[in-house]
């Protein structure tokens, strides 16, 4: 199955349906479509973010606190659309720039739908751009 590395706490936030979009500086899904596992990298973000109120979300949320989710594949998402920022308009976001408050000027946009977490983290080594993930390793019966 196709995979895609995404720093904390953003992994945490795609998986738990916050962060319905992932910024990145090139098309990386080309034309693909479908099911993506969401692997938390072992890096994390450091720029733009306070982990402290992540960590309340995250509770919230019921995932556990950021810091506790790295180098693991936290589950799958639909990757259902891609576009650039100079592309991005949504009829529903009247007012705002972009499609979605967390999408960024000059990057595309992964549009991201349908998260489901596995029942544990499956630990694994990340990777740049689309990647593929062992299906082999994905949890017994897992649906896409």
């Given amino acids: 199955m196709k995979a895609i590395t995404v720093r904390q706490p953003f992994a945490g936030l795609i998986m738990c349906g916050e962060k319905p979009v992932e910024n990145r500086s090139r098309n990386l899904a080309g034309t693909y479509r479908g099911p993506v596992v969401i692997h938390a990298s072992k890096t994390l973000a450091t720029v733009g973010y306070n982990p402290n109120p992540w960590t309340i979300l995250y509770d919230l949320v019921g995932l556990s606190t950021w810091h506790d989710q790295t180098g693991v594949a936290l589950g ?41 977490p596995f029942p544990e983290p499956i630990p694994h080594k990340g990777a740049l751009g689309l990647w593929n993930f062992p299906d082999e390793l994905l949890p017994e019966g897992w649906a896409l």
Avoid at 79 to 97: K, M, Q, S, Y
Wanted: aromatic share 8%; proline share 5%; glycine share 4%.
């Fill in 76 to 116: 799958t998402v639909d990757l259902v659309g891609v576009h650039h920022a100079t592309n991005c308009d949504h009829p529903e976001w009247v007012g705002i720039r972009f499609c979605n408050s967390w999408a960024l000027a000059n990057n595309h946009h992964l549009v991201l739908a349908n998260p489901r």
